[in-house]
């Protein structure tokens, strides 16, 4: 985060059966690096034994609360269609949240949720009522962390009802929904204190230890992944919280929970992160659909610029890339993408994945000590 230079930004869930505190570290560090993510392809979880059919009570069909309603009235709306999500392999459990998106079982969560599943784990999901179903992975998407799953055998299910994160306001109220160190249904309130954060999660620090008599080995971290325009919330997010509900007044999603600070403890400290709803329901939307994402591609590699200025200094240009058919060069500091201030790469890389391909974008960098603008079509990223 800028800043805050070294601090910690850990992902709240897998969370390790029968802890407390548990989690996947993930550091900040940001190396040069190509932006754009690559497409990732479905996989298939294996699921054991069989699915019980689950009816969701009082549904409330994916529509929100009335504006009078009270925290306890949002809560008991969206409480149905936010899930706990377990993860079983041969040698590991975790588990963590995830939003209904469908009556007939498709659930959006984060990619370090499922991503430790392989070859014969399984996937199961418990519901508010308490009834469980097993699930297969529809698609995943390391690049923005998120997944969808499918719940085998529901029906009748409690859709949540998803929000414009773009009308997000700084200080608007919020809840966070999800299973926090197991304990599913769990709400907390908030406020929105920041828009528009880039920040570093996954990667092999402080990977999650398997507590004693569950194997003895670690489970696999996440690789690391950047993500832009991230909402901050005091709302309390913990282990287990990953990929669960950050609602607005109406009762509404705006967000998936994702990732938290610590002052290197391992819970909650008051800075936690969420992928903004329109970017979760745009990947979501290419996972069911294709089994893959769309990302879009720049063609640079850029490092943090020294000194305090700020900005992101581009390395190398790939030839015939969008940057290099505008003019831009090696060596020129990107300093604004949009009305997004850049301040580090990872800005750079972060509000590029929130991009789709074909979208202009405008670029205010600097060379030789003068400021220019330029506009640039991004294409869909290709290859690994």
Do not use: C
């Not at 008991?76 to 009556?103: D, H, K």
């Not at 920040?199 to 003895?216: E, F, I, M, S, Y």
């Amino acid at each position: 985060m800028p800043g805050m230079p070294g601090a910690p930004a850990v992902v709240p869930a897998p969370r390790a059966r029968l802890t407390v505190g548990q989690r996947l570290g993930a550091g900040l560090a940001l190396a040069a690096m190509a932006v754009g993510g690559g497409a990732v392809g479905a996989f298939t979880a294996t699921s054991f034994g069989q699915s019980t059919t689950v009816a969701a009570s009082s549904p409330i069909a994916g529509t929100a609360v009335s504006g009078t309603a009270t925290v306890a009235d949002i809560a008991q709306a969206v409480q149905p269609a936010v899930v706990s999500i377990e993860v079983r392999t041969s040698n590991s459990a975790g588990g963590g949240s995830g939003v209904v998106l469908s009556a007939d079982g498709l659930i959006l969560t984060n990619n370090h949720v499922v991503d430790g599943v392989g070859q014969g784990g399984q996937v199961i999901v418990r519901f508010s009522d308490g009834k469980t179903a097993n699930a297969k992975i529809v698609g995943t998407d390391p690049a923005t962390d998120l997944a969808v799953i499918k719940a085998d055998g529901v029906s009748g299910l409690t859709k949540a009802a998803i929000g414009d994160s773009d009308r997000l306001k700084v200080g608007d109220s919020v809840l966070a929904i999800g299973s926090p160190l197991g304990l599913s249904g769990s709400v907390t309130a908030g406020i929105v204190s920041a828009l528009n954060r880039t920040l570093t999660v996954g990667g092999d620090q402080g990977r999650q230890q398997l507590p004693p008599g569950w194997g003895g080995g670690e489970s696999r971290g996440s690789a690391p992944t950047t993500i832009g325009g991230a909402i901050q919330t005091d709302a309390a997010i913990n282990p287990g919280n990953s990929g669960g509900a950050l609602v607005n007044a109406k009762g509404e999603v705006v967000g998936i929970n994702t990732a938290i600070f610590t002052n290197g403890g391992e819970g909650n400290i008051g800075v936690g992160f969420a992928i903004p709803i329109n970017t979760a329901s745009q990947v979501a939307q290419q996972l069911i659909t294709t089994g893959k994402v769309s990302h879009a591609f720049l063609g640079v590699s850029v490092t943090d610029a020294l000194g305090d200025a700020g900005g992101a200094l581009i390395g190398q240009i790939t030839e015939g890339s969008p940057a290099a058919q505008a003019g831009l060069k090696q060596g020129d500091l990107i300093t604004k993408i949009n009305n997004t201030a850049v301040e580090e790469a990872a800005t750079v890389v972060g509000a590029v994945r929130g991009f789709k391909p074909g979208q202009q974008v405008t670029i205010t960098y600097v060379r030789d000590g003068r400021s220019q603008t330029v506009t640039v079509t991004l294409v869909e990223k290709t290859g690994e």
